[in-house]
Structure formats: C-alpha cells, structure tokens
C-alpha cells in the first residue's frame, strides 16, 4: 500500500465550473460611453426564459418534424428524429437495454448544446430526457427531447487541488486512467464503464464506500443546465440548495453538465473476489451479518448469489456465490480480516494486492446490457429471518430462483453526512439489498421478485437512488430519501422546475404549495439582463437591444456592463472610427445591392 | 477535449459596427429613409404630434406630416453576414438624429464614431438645413447633401442647392428618392465612398464652407467666399 487509509478530508477552495452571475452595478469602466452602436455578443449560448403554460402548444404532440428538425439550427451536436440514419444506432450504443423513442434526439457536444435543446423542448412544451452510457435506464423515454451526452468530453485532472472536472460524457475507467497518472483515483462504481455524472448524482456506492462514504460526498462543484435555459455553477458558494439537491436528487433538477468530483491518493488496494460453489451459499450468507458487523471502515464488502447462466462460475453448482472484498490498508491485515470467510473454503480466490486501475475486478459486473426487473431496498439489520429469505429464494435449493441477489455492507463513512450537506439519502442503512431477475409476465415486477420484495419490506429503512431498479411508483421512489429531504427536495423542484421538464427516471414531483409566481429564486440577475442575454445572440448593438427590450439606453449600458464583467457578453468597444478596409468592404457591400 | 464551461467558450471575432448618421431638418425625410434602406423594420420611437407640439416644431411647410421623431430612430443593413455567427460580420447602422431642436443634446453622442452623414434637404425649405449643416461642420464628420425629391420631383438643380447652402465643391450633393431603396442605398455609397476619398486625401479636412450665411438663415442666396 502506497498510501494512508482513511478519508481524505482535503477541502480546498470550491471551484466553479463557470464564473457566477451576480448583479454588481457596474466595474467596467467607460460603458456611459459606448455609442448606442455598440455590438454586444452573448459568449455563451444563454436560451431564452420559460414561456409561460397559457402560450404552449398542448403536450407538444401536434409539433410537425420540420419543427423538431430547427432544434439542429441551436446545437452544435447532431440531431435525430426517429427513423432518421443514425438515431437507432445512437440509441442502440448506449449500455441501456431500454428502447427509447423519444420525438428527437440530441448528440450534445457542450453545455450551450444542453441549453439549447432545453430551452428548445420547453418553448414547445416538452419533456427533457438524458441518457449518457444509459446505465441508468429506468423505463422507456417515448416522448420528448432526448440528451445524449456522450459527446461531452471534458475531462481535466488537478493534481495539486487532488479534483478531477469531468464532463456528462465520460465513463469512470477513463476517470481511473486520468487520474492514476498522478497518482491519484476517483471513487468510483464497481462497475467502470458506468458515467460518472449519473453514477454521483445518485449518490453512488463505490468499492470504497464504506471508508470514503458515498461518491457525492465528494463532489466539490457542479455544472448544470436547469429548466430555464440556463448553464449554472453550483457549489458550496454558488447556488447552495441546487449543489445540495444535485448531490443525490438524480436527475430531477436539471441536466447536470460536469462535476468536478475529489479524487484520493491511493494507487493500490486489497481487493477482489472469494467465489463459493452453490452448496456454500448457507455457510457464507450466515456468517456474513457477524463478519461484517465487525469491520472497520477500511473494509467494504458485498456477496452475491447468482444463478446467471445457471452454471457456477466456480464450477460447482448454482447459484455463484461471491464475496467482494476491498480494503485499504496493508495486505496483511486484509489477510487477517478475510481468513474467517476464507476458511468456509472458496473454489476460487482472487483476493490481492491490486493496482487501482484493476477495481473493476473486484465485483466483476457483467459489461453487457440486460433487459432485466430491478430492485433494490436498504436495511437497517441482517437479521436471520431476513438471510432464510434470501436462501430460500435463491439458494441452491430454491425450486424457482430469482436470477440474482446482491447484499451490500453499508455504513461506516457513508453514515457520515458531508459537509456541506446533500440529499444522498441510506445513510442510516446497514445493508442494501438488490435483486435482479427477468420481467414478469406483464412486463412488471416477476412473481417470485415480489414476494421477495414483501419479506423484506419490513425491514427496510428504504432504498438509494442508484438501486431502486425497476420502479417508477413515485411512493416507491419517495423511499430513496429521508422524509425531510425528500420534502426539500420537491420544494426545491417546484423553484426550478415547476413544470416538471425532467420527469423521466426517478422523478421528483414538484410540490405544489411551493410553485413560485416567477423564477425569481435562482440567481438570474433582473429579468432585464436575461432579455439582454437572448438580444445579444449572436450579437446586436446597445440601440437594437434597447428597442427590443423596451429599456432606456442607459439601462442596458448598465446591464450590458454587469454582463460582461461576469463573462456572459462580450462587448465589441468601437475603436475611433472605421478603417479603410471597412468603409472599402462596406462600399462593396452597398453597391452590390444597388 | 473541448472546454466544458460557457464562459470559456472562444469569443469569436470581433464584430465592427459602422455607423452613418441620418441629419436633415425636421420632417425632410430621415425616417423614411432609414426605413427604405434598412434590412430590419427600422426601430423608432415616434409620438402623435400634440397642439402642444405644433407650436414647438414648424409644419406650415410639411401640412402632411402628422407625426415626428422624439427619439432616435435607426436601421441596420448587414453588409457582410460572415462566415459563421460573428466571423466577419459587418453591420452598418442608420441612425436617424431627432428633428426638432430641442433634441440637439443627443447629437454629440449620434456622430461620435459615425462613418459620415447623410444631410437629407428638402428644397421647398432650404433653410432649415442651415442648423443641421452648422452642427456636422462643427465635426469632422464627412458628409454627402442628399436632397429627397419629394414625389420624385427635383425643381432646382444640384448646382443651385450647393450655391444656396454655400457646400464646398467637394462635398457631394446628390438627389435621392427616400422611399427608394436603391436610391437610399446609393446616396449610403456615395457617402461612404466620399468618406473614403477623405481618409485617402493625405491633406485630411476639405476647405471649410462659408459659416456666416448659415448662422444667418434669413440669408438663402448666394454663398460668397468668407
């Protein structure tokens, strides 16, 4: 081990993605005396504000296809309809095992793509959707404006700040490789093909969570577009209640852009795998609620029961049974922890010193999509009831199995709440449970999945974001938080998107007492300054934006100056006069209309 | 890897903003010819002329006109688009100067930077060019005499107004038709076109007009060597 244990505590200074928009009076100098043709260009696609509900089409389904198609005049990126070359191909790159059919599809390229397109579907009263690996694909998106993000690439490491800012776009493994270059490593998902930014805006649950606490602990910045259009920093400093609905709400508050996460220095663990033939299931799920109870939080550990193929990956009989083991400290010590589970004699052990690059291994996650039922419950205990349950549904001698069940060691740093706080909820859970098996009949949850699901509600303290599985009941979804989160949460929804424009996935209702009169809540500036914005695209002088937004000349000098000084305009400052190159292009210009 | 944040986003390049300014005496046409050569609806402020107002600003000559311009008025022609949203991109603005004048204060702002001006002249009312003139020669701004044929009719030759408004040879006068779009164009070309033949003249100011006879309005004929 190359590094100390523990959680890293560094908390630099928070850094924002995008400098903040605050309405300051005016420090540039000598705006009184710009001349009314003055150009002033809008640096950032800023769209246009959210119309109000009386002027919408209804739904937004009578829209033809040549109108979707104007959504290519906004975004850089490259744009779909369904049937169109490329939309299935698209759709079908994705880890998502759900066919989406959304009316038009976006390849998002940076966040003034993601504005674009929002502002797009909201003027035409459509839902948002937004899928980068598609890891998280709940249900199918069937109407709407789908975000691909894949395209957004961003990915800067900052070994001295130990952050790493990384766009909607990349996958952990990329993350991994970045960041091992300086020595450092990202907390990330078993799984490391997985997003980053999905993966952390649910919190996320890593092989090292139990010594570092969940992924959105540490996320130090945000970038997210929110319903209005518009591209927002959250942190600690910018936008406090949106950073801390982000860090856990998912996706409902907007189409986050980038994260800048922490990273750790750590180049090496103990990690791995015990693999158990079928017969072993009893012996290792009894001892594993009085193994784990006396870990320390260097240790996070999981065991499943998979009837997956149904032939044992130990090659005994079904179902695999896997312990995965990573500790972070010295490898004799991990011996010493893992010795009671090594001795109910595994048919395979690749438990190891192992560089940071290789986590993946550890819970060796299938990397191809499967069209599967989902479900996923926290609890407070391991009681023995709750492992008979288990056994008897997908032991080796359970007549009809579940295809797969996974039982997390909770705890340790993830009790812990950050600073500053989020809205990750589980953290009073010991254990998660998931369950994965095929659909059901009806296409719902599989009879015998239910009734699992029944045994082990009464115990449950819940459920996390990132494994809820296949549930989109809202009561359902409601259990993924704290009743006093989940309350701020929706409240905080109804500011910044009262009209619900992210309602796929998890959704969050916005809740309905809190629905502002205006979206005055977010830190916009005076609406006179978003018109400004939306005039000065791509450019127009002071006179034509004073005209168009009905202010004194002075006013948008004022405004125009605020602007600029906190990056969102540019303004093109006439110098003496035309040159001669000008007046002689200008000359050319006029005679070829005359 | 592309830049994630909007601020950071490459600016692009610097769009130059021309500027002519539209002079003339009130009611002489500066509205319409802004209209007419504009590539945008012209945006104008304009009110109803009031009781009030009608002592204030002379119409004895102009009976037809029924409003005016309290504000700037002005239009825009993109005389390059570019190649992409900013690229190139060579917008040249009309500003309309306000008539009356008691709006004079805006003046000093309308020409700073100004490529040149237009002087609208109506040749019914000769006279009320004189203030606007005295204000440009003021300035070293270039500017062409444009005299709007009102219904496309031209009494007096180019020759005759020049000698009334005491011009120097060689400041322009044109005719021009302010509702026709190439004729406002054109008069636009042979401002800037002067406006270049200026810059390009190593000797810079042209000889001053006679100023005595404009701060004389009563004054109308001939314009006499100083």
Known sequence: ?594 | MDSSAGSETAPGPTVTALKVVVAGAFGVGKTTFVGSASDITPLRTEEVMTAASVGVDDLSATPDKRSTTVAMDFGRLDLDPGDTDTAGALPLYLFGTPGQYRFWFMWDELVRGAVGAVVLVDTRRLLDSFPVLDYLDRTDLPIVVAINGFDGEFPHGVDAVREALALPTTTPVVTCDARDRASATGTLASLVGHALTVRGGATGREPQRVASYRRDPQTTTGGAAR
């Open chain 1, 1 to 594: 081990m190359s590094t100390p244990p523990g959680p890293e505590s560094r908390d630099g200074p928070p850094r924002a993605l995008v400098r903040p928009y605050t309405l300051t009076g005016g420090r540039t100098a000598a705006a009184d005396s710009w001349p009314p043709e003055t150009v002033v260009s809008a640096t950032a696609r800023v769209p246009s504000p959210r119309t109000p509900a009386p002027s919408r089409p209804a739904d937004g389904r009578d829209l033809p296809d040549g109108d979707l198609r104007r959504l290519a005049d906004h975004v850089r990126g490259p744009v779909w309809l369904p049937g169109d070359p490329g939309f299935a191909e698209e759709i079908a790159s994705s880890y998502s095992s759900v066919a989406h059919r959304p009316r038009v599809l976006v390849g998002a390229r940076d966040p003034g793509d993601v504005a674009a397109a929002v502002s797009f579907a909201v003027e035409r009263g459509l839902p948002v959707a937004v899928q980068a690996t598609g890891h998280g694909a709940v249900r199918p998106v069937d109407d709407g404006v789908m975000l691909s993000t894949r395209r957004m690439r961003t990915l800067r490491v900052d070994p001295d700040a130990r952050t790493a800012t990384v766009g909607a776009g990349v996958v952990w493994s990329e993350v991994i490789a970045a960041a091992a270059r300086h020595g450092l490593a990202p907390l990330c998902g078993s799984a490391p093909a997985v997003g980053v930014v999905g993966y952390t805006l649910g919190g996320g649950i890593s092989p090292l969570a139990r010594t570092f606490g969940f992924t959105a602990d540490h996320v130090v910045a945000a970038e997210v577009v929110t319903a209005d259009g518009h591209v927002r920093p959250a942190d600690e400093a910018h936008e406090p209640e949106l950073f801390w609905g982000l860090r856990g709400g998912k996706g409902n508050l907007g189409v986050v852009t980038a994260l800048v996460v922490r990273l750790f220095p750590i180049t090496s663990l103990v990690g791995g795998g015990l693999f158990f033939d079928g017969d072993a299931a009893d012996a290792v799920l009894r001892a594993y609620p009085g193994w784990t109870a006396g870990l320390s939080e260097a240790t996070t550990t999981s065991v499943s029961l998979s009837h997956l193929g149904r032939r044992n990956r130990a090659g005994g009989r079904s179902p695999t049974v896997h312990l995965r083991f990573a500790h972070v400290g010295p490898p004799e010590a991990a011996a010493e922890i893992l010795a009671p589970m090594r001795a109910l004699v595994p048919a395979l052990d690749t438990v190891g010193e192992l560089p940071f690059e290789a986590i993946g291994t550890i819970h060796d996650d299938p990397t191809e999509p499967a069209d599967v039922w989902k479900r996923g419950l926290l609890l407070g205990d391991l009681p023995p009831g709750v492992v008979e349950t288990v056994l008897r549904t997908a032991g080796p001698d359970a007549t009809d199995p579940v295809a797969g069940i996974e039982i997390r060691h909770l705890g340790g740093a993830m009790a812990r709440r950050p600073q500053p706080d989020n809205a990750v909820g589980g953290r009073d859970a010991r254990y998660g449970v998931f369950i994965v098996d095929a659909h059901g009949a009806d296409g719902g949850a599989p009879e015998r999945g239910r009734r699992l699901v029944e045994a082990l509600e009464p115990h449950s303290t819940g459920a996390t974001v990132n494994f809820l599985g296949t549930v989109t009941d809202s009561d359902v979804v409601a259990t993924a938080w704290t009743r006093e989160d989940y309350r701020r949460l929706r409240a905080l929804k109804a500011r910044v998107d009262p009209d619900e424009v992210f309602r796929f996935g998890y959704a969050v209702p916005a809740l309905a007492d809190d629905r502002p009169d205006d979206d005055a809540g977010l830190d916009t500036g005076p609406p006179e300054a978003r018109a400004i914005l939306e005039a000065a695209r791509p450019w127009r002088s002071l006179a034509e934006i004073a005209a168009g937004t009905r202010l004194p000349l002075g006013v948008v000098r004022v405004l125009v100056t605020d602007l600029a000084d906190a990056g969102h305009v540019r303004v093109h400052r006439p110098g003496a006069g035309a040159d001669t190159d000008q007046l002689e292009r200008a000359l050319r210009g006029l005679q070829r209309r005359i």
